[in-house]
């Protein structure tokens, strides 16, 4: 770390945003057209919760085409303050053809939220992945602005007020985070250059002023120079939206753990500082333990994820209390994990913090004591 508490590397990033690229440069003027910086982010449900009482509030994703088991909705309902749909709002599911757009399964899973009395949340605008057909075929910087503005216009602008926060980019740090190539080779990029981010931040604040305004990734707890550099490169985008006047309100920390990496305590805790210092607000928004590499069977994975989720707790409430934790799904019944991440011998992930049949993990004890203590 340097003196200033930064992770290293930082001077190394260069000035990601205003890269010259085919698309033309950062401007000011352009990125404001329109744009209200005003911000409300208060919670939203108002009805009784059947839930603890708890500092920060804990949420989970939630996926429409599950809705159908009773003990899931129920798992939900006795755990989470804040609900999202993990994958309906996504781009290509959300807006598969050029006009047409596909609502009914994220209004699933939001309508069962607000009947509920859970707050909501919504991801993710700008994604590598996930991009339709037409979208990829997109080049011409003219038609992609115009993609990404018709898209955030209609779905931003759709549930307008609903949702108390949007991960307006997810992942757009690249995967290895090389200081001459910071951000993700994506249509976006390739169309219009690191003014996406920007046009996507000014554009949704414009569509929804009151949703808190989210930058999404993924690698920024772990040890080592990779981890490393993720984590300043997120840092330097902040602060190039926000010297270009731009309005962003929190980063989300995914929160997919591997559980035989070791956690940056020190680390996790100077970049909670650091935005705090720039005034963003933390958040944990896709929390699960992937054990693909924890050998032994269930006691040995749960062991594994309690030490890794306890050390990473302990990271990110380091600099304050952050404003949610939120988990990619509750029950290890329907995981991404054993799709994307499988054990080499078969053995089942227990990615999440409810089992198979919906029993607690030690893990969730953790949360539980964490979230409500602060
Ligand atoms: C995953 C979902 O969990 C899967 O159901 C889907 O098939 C692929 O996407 N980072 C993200 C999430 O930001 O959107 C991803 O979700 C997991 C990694």
Not at 93 to 115: G, I, K
Not at 151 to 179: F, K, M, Q
Not at 252 to 260: K, S, T, W
């Amino acid at each position: 770390m340097t003196e200033d508490g930064e992770p290293r590397g930082r001077r190394e990033v260069p000035a990601i945003l205003a890269a010259k690229t085919s698309g033309g440069s950062l401007t000011r003027r352009s990125l404001l057209a329109g744009g209200t910086l005003a911000l409300a982010g208060m919670p939203m449900a108002q009805a009784a919760s059947p839930r603890p009482a708890r500092r920060v509030p804990f949420g989970a994703a939630m996926q429409a085409e599950h809705l159908g088991d009773a003990r899931y909705r129920a798992l939900f309902r006795a755990h989470c303050d804040l609900v999202l749909p993990m994958n309906e709002l996504k781009f290509g599911l959300v807006h598969p053809e050029p006009e047409r757009f596909d609502f009914a399964p994220a209004d699933a899973v939001l309508d069962l939220a607000r009947a509920e009395g859970q707050d909501a949340r919504g991801h993710a605008v700008i994604w590598w992945n996930e991009v339709p057909p037409w979208l990829a075929a997109v080049t011409e910087p003219g038609a992609a602005e115009r993609a990404l503005r018709q898209h955030v216009e209609t779905v931003v602008g759709r549930y307008a007020g609903r949702l108390a926060s949007w991960d307006v980019v997810n992942e757009v740090v690249a995967h290895e985070a090389p200081p001459d190539a910071p951000l993700r080779d994506t249509v976006w990029l390739r169309a219009l250059g690191p003014r996406h981010i920007p046009l996507a931040f000014a554009a949704v604040a414009t569509a929804d002023p009151q949703a808190k305004l989210v930058l999404n990734d993924y690698d920024l707890e772990f040890e080592g120079d990779r981890y490393d550099r993720r984590r300043a490169t997120v840092l330097e985008i902040v602060r190039q939206l926000q010297e270009a006047g731009l309005r962003i309100d929190a980063v989300g920390i995914q929160g997919h753990l591997y559980a035989e990496k070791r956690i940056d305590i020190p680390a996790l805790a100077a970049f909670g500082a650091a935005l705090r210092r720039l005034g963003i607000a933390l958040m944990v928004t896709e929390l699960d333990v992937i054990d693909w590499r924890i050998p032994g069977g269930a006691a040995a994975q749960d062991a594994a994820a309690a030490r890794i989720v306890g050390d990473f707790l302990e990271g990110v409430f380091a600099a304050g209390r952050p404003a949610a934790v939120i988990a990619w799904g509750l029950t290890d019944r329907y995981s991404w994990v054993d799709d994307a991440m499988p054990h080499a011998d078969g053995t089942p992930s227990r990615p999440l913090p409810f089992d198979a049949d919906y029993r607690p993990k030690p893990w969730f004890d953790l949360i539980e004591r964490r979230l409500r203590d602060g």
